[in-house]
């Protein structure tokens, strides 16, 4: 199972957000959208980091109310890991879980096609339990 099959499902909108923009409209952007993380990208969509609810409260705590006023780009992580639509699910949870981070861009010919979330591997992972689930009861039953 791959990366593509979690977008066929939830879909490839991304919530991107420009380096310029500031920490209380990434916030702000956040809980609209109810969402973890925004991509950060420039002019021609291209990912420059990710900011997620972490490097907002990080910061905050770190430096007080005062960094919302402040660029994103200057609490942005830079080097980001992004996954392919061929990849399989079970690399990138390995991924999540050795990085420590919950979001990952998917990039598919050269462009941003998606994000996938910890949540969303979750979700599939149990949605995959339960057909194997079924299937067996239906073969018990059937036996
Ligand atoms: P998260 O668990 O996604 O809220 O992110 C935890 C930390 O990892 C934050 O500092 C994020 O900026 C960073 N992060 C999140 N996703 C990625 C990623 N795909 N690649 C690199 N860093 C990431």
């Not at 900011?51 to 109310?65: M, N, P, T």
């Amino acid at each position: 199972m791959s990366v593509a099959l979690i977008l066929a499902s939830k879909g490839h909108d991304v919530t991107t957000i420009q380096p310029h923009r500031t920490m209380q409209e990434a916030a702000a952007t956040l809980a609209e959208k109810g969402i973890g993380a925004v991509i950060v990208t420039g002019g021609d969509g291209e990912v420059l980091g990710i900011l997620s609810e972490r490097d907002i409260v990080r910061a905050v705590g770190r430096h007080g109310v005062a960094v919302l006023q402040e660029s994103v780009s200057k609490f942005m992580t830079s080097k980001v890991v992004t996954a392919r639509m061929d990849e399989a699910i079970d690399t990138i949870m390995e991924q999540m879980t050795a990085g420590r981070f919950r979001h990952l861009p998917v990039i598919h010919n050269g462009r941003l096609a998606g994000v996938v979330s910890i949540g969303d591997v979750v979700k599939h992972r149990l949605d995959a339990i339960e057909s194997e689930h079924r299937a067996m009861r239906e073969y018990i039953a059937s036996a």
